[in-house]
DNA sequence: CGTGAATGTGAGATCGGTATCACATTGCCT
DNA sequence: AGGCAATGTGATACCGATCTCACATTCACG
């Protein structure tokens, strides 16, 4: 029933030539005669040849495959880039491995080594920790390309590309202010912790630059989810006083408060002021659309894919660093006080 | 500055035995002396000793890969089955190998060519179409697991996972006509043909069933993006009489067409009623939120990926089928005419 | 104490493709 | 015609891990 695959020495037999000879004529490489190539290429045709890519690899130590590492493949931020680096890297021949590492750091590590040991060519990381980065610290020894995403803090010698999450946040908090709003909250999210620190830090400095202290019990961390996103809203608004506008982290979070302050008999823009971090599709279409904090995220994978290819090429000058400036977007859930 | 990778022959010497000693160690299998196994263990840890995976494949015939062909990864529900495979298959020592058809026949063939020639155990795929299947067909005889999801029509030997969408959107169109409605709208979408085929087929089907007249220039078919479906609506709605209903076939198309309804200062439910075949996120958050036909999309993946595990493992049994039932789930957006 | 079983180890073949080297043959130039 | 480069081909080593087989011990038991 099954037959076993085709190899090369097949196909050599079959075209009464020397393994060596099929090669050269399969790969074009080499001096190889014509007649001889044609009844190679014929020979491969009829017997069904494939490439084995393993034996190929083994012989010149990697696989054509470039491993991505993001915290979340549901999370559309990181399917969007996920899309974006395997539509341009499959162009170069490479196949794009995802593994996620669900915002753990000892998943993190445990995928590093098995990618690694799966001779991929090159990693392109969301990292859970900016803080912990040992295990990529190894990578760049044996001459690993190693390309950094969305959270970057310096001190691995790699490539990284970021973007400005506290001028992003600054920048929508200070709306806020200059609408009048005091009482501003803040409301992140615990997985992408390193991303939330910097936009958290924007906040702050958005606040002091106005001269207004700032109040940590206006700060909340919530999980992961849509569902404790809500409930960390609906605390944040029983005190007193309440907030009279929120900062959100991420569209995650943008949603979770949407959804606590209508539950709440809270409406937007007129109760609550909303600015939320990261555009998303139905933010023109909620009621009122939300005005958010974008990102270039289309400029992000592409970008990640051809720094990979460069440096896949054998390009090794020194790490490149990029800092994407964010985009105020205002729409409709920002009102005066 | 990059020493080469530590191979088993490093260990073995090392530890001064043979490389068929060590590799007996590092894999526990065969009789191996209590001392010299420390040894060598020790010998790999001081090393730095890291498995090579693609000489054990080449060896063994396959790599620890499975691949997912879906049509689009940045579709929430691929995105959702990528996740849940992933989780799942990692932990029986699978890597996911994810690549994108992009809903196009070329891409996909190319894509199980490419995924073959990597040696991955098996394939998990959304077919583009259901109707050009050939290139699975050797995949069987080549005794590759290949399991169908999300798609399936029936002429290749193998494992399928599908929902019920015919009887889906038939419940959902009742649901319209129950409620007075005559003039359903019928919104689709070009990519994944084959479902809304079936879809369609279930509209078709309750509205005969209800002795209504099917009227062909109630039925839209639409580009795969919101912008598309916005368009489309807005024709559908142009013509007199206009619908006072419409199914939409996805959760982009019900985006689109509640973007295009607000544009034309049409309100959901009182002036158009809408249901829309798979559950979303925000559809609890919307204003008003969507009744829908949910698909079981939690126990889509888990169940693929039991079944490629199950024939990983060797299990040859004959193919199995599985077809889950949909849901309504009714909230705000159907209104009585 | 001898003998067969259980245990431990190494040499070498193998997986499929590629690279190197050696050997032929042809062609061109002086 | 002689000589050297260009061209075509095959034999063989190699990549790293595994597996089979042969061989050496050790052990147990009659």
Redesign the pocket.
């Known amino acids: 029933m099954s037959r076993?695959?085709v190899?090369?020495?097949d196909v050599a037999a079959e075209a009464?030539?020397?393994?060596?000879?099929a090669?050269?004529a399969?790969?074009n490489?080499?001096?190889?005669?014509?007649?001889?190539?044609e009844r190679v290429r014929e020979a491969a045709d009829r017997l069904g040849?494939?490439?084995?890519r393993i034996?190929?690899a083994?012989?010149?130590?990697d696989l054509p495959l470039i491993g991505f590492i993001p915290g979340d493949i549901q999370n559309p931020f990181f399917a969007r880039i996920a899309h974006d680096l395997d539509k341009r890297l499959r162009q170069q021949g490479h196949n794009l491995l995802i593994a996620s590492s669900e915002e753990d750091l000892d998943q993190e590590r445990e995928l590093v080594e098995s990618l690694r040991s799966l001779s991929v060519r090159g990693l392109i990381v969301a990292p859970t920790s900016a803080r912990d980065m040992s295990h990529f610290q190894s990578l760049a020894k044996d001459n690993m390309p190693l390309v950094v995403i969305d959270r970057y803090s310096g001190n691995v010698a790699c490539d990284s590309i970021v973007v400005d999450n506290e001028g992003g946040a600054r920048e929508g908090v200070d709306l806020l202010v200059s609408k009048g709003h005091r009482r501003i909250a803040f409301l992140g999210d615990e997985g992408r912790i390193f991303t939330v620190q910097q936009r958290l830090a924007g906040y702050r400095s958005a606040l002091q630059a106005h001269g207004l202290a700032v109040d940590e019990r206006m700060i909340a961390l919530s999980g992961s989810t849509t569902k404790h996103a809500v409930e960390a809203v609906i605390r944040l608004f029983r005190q007193t006083p309440a907030p009279t506008a929120i900062f959100t982290v991420d569209s995650l979070m943008t949603t979770g408060a949407m959804i606590a302050l209508r539950s709440m008999g809270l409406r937007v823009p007129r109760d609550v002021s909303l600015v939320g971090f990261d555009d998303f599709d139905l933010a023109t279409f909620t009621d009122p659309q939300v005005t958010v904090v974008s990102q270039p995220i289309e400029r992000i994978g592409p970008l990640a894919a051809e720094i990979m290819l460069q440096r896949i090429s054998g390009d090794s000058c020194a790490p490149q660093h990029h800092v994407f400036p964010t985009e105020l977007i205002i729409r409709g859930s920002v009102a005066a006080i």
């Open positions: 076993k695959p190899t090369i020495k009464k030539v020397s393994r060596a000879t090669a050269r399969l790969n490489y080499g001096y190889v005669g014509g007649s001889a190539a040849y494939r490439h084995n034996a190929q083994l012989r010149r130590g």
